[in-house]
């Protein structure tokens, strides 16, 4: 049906993603939707669809008990999940109504995983700890998917105030450096002035200050950009493959140590964030009527 190449699938992925996708479900997901795309006329949100009934099938596994199944199903839950993008991407047969059903097949998938396990093992050992841990997977999961958007506007809200002060002619610091370290950034920010002479941009740099706290994390941030890894190590994604994957994979006497450690993690980074975002946000020279303006 299709001449696509294995390049031609790579090309769709994203510039940057989670570690796990990135060295453990790409190399598979993008194989597979090469197969797809060539010899299918499937669509992506009937991938979506897929994913979510794989999805469906690893909840009963883990809720019979079948731990090692139920790992396996999801890694091919979420492996599908990965494929539907790319199809879209390549074929441009997305929908705007996909980024919705992806959105939340994505939790439904979770709550029904995280109770299969959890309520799965209370009826075979009697284990409440199994339970309580069912529910903070859930919780911890929401609060991510609720911080992530929340952090957005934020940023969002940052960058137009800085809009409003430099009346648009700026572009940010880490925009202009990519994968090169900030021991560059003088001389990036000048050749980025000279082929952008004619707009005026200014580069600002937001993340000063952070990482004038942490010197560290730049060589830390290059290693990751340029092996397309995202800075957030661990995500809901990791999360996720922790505790409904490897978990699992260890036995039942893994879930809930491995989940408390996932979690304990999952917060250390969203925190990590919030402090890198808030710390951005003080970067911008403020009044009481720009902010009225345009954060209200």
Request: some cysteine; overall charge positive.
């Amino acid at each position: 049906m299709g001449g696509f190449t294995l390049d031609d699938i790579l090309a769709t992925r994203k510039p940057r993603d989670s570690w796990w996708t990135v060295f453990m479900v790409d190399p598979l997901a993008c194989r597979l939707a090469l197969l797809v795309a060539n010899h299918t006329s499937i669509t992506p949100n009937a991938l979506t669809r897929l994913s979510m009934l794989i999805g469906f099938a690893s909840a009963a596994a883990f809720t019979e008990g079948m731990l090692v199944a139920g790992a396996v199903l999801f890694y091919l839950s979420f492996t599908v999940d990965c494929m539907d993008g790319k199809i879209a991407r390549l074929k441009g047969t997305g929908t705007p109504f996909g980024l919705w059903l992806d959105y939340v097949g994505d939790r439904v998938r979770v709550v029904c995983c995280a109770f299969g396990w959890g309520f799965g093992e209370y009826t075979r050992t009697g284990d409440t700890d199994v339970v309580l841990a069912a529910v903070g997977v859930v919780v911890l999961d929401l609060f991510r998917y609720i911080n992530g958007p929340q952090l957005k506007r934020v940023k969002d809200a940052t960058r137009a105030l800085l809009e409003t002060r430099l009346e648009g002619q700026y572009v940010l610091a880490e925009s202009v450096l990519r994968s090169r370290p900030r021991s560059e950034l003088e001389q990036a920010a000048a050749e980025f002035e000279q082929t952008a002479e004619d707009t005026g941009a200014t580069v600002v740099d937001l993340q000063k200050a952070f990482h004038a706290r942490f010197p560290w994390y730049d060589r830390f941030r290059v290693f990751l950009v340029r092996h397309r890894v995202r800075t957030h190590v661990v995500s809901g994604i990791e999360f996720h493959a922790a505790v409904f994957v490897v978990a699992p994979l260890f036995g039942a006497a893994a879930l809930v140590p491995v989940a408390a450690v996932a979690g304990t993690l999952l917060l250390t980074f969203e925190m990590f964030l919030v402090y890198r975002v808030w710390l951005a946000s003080r970067q911008v020279p403020r009044t009481a009527a720009e902010r009225e303006k345009i954060l209200v």
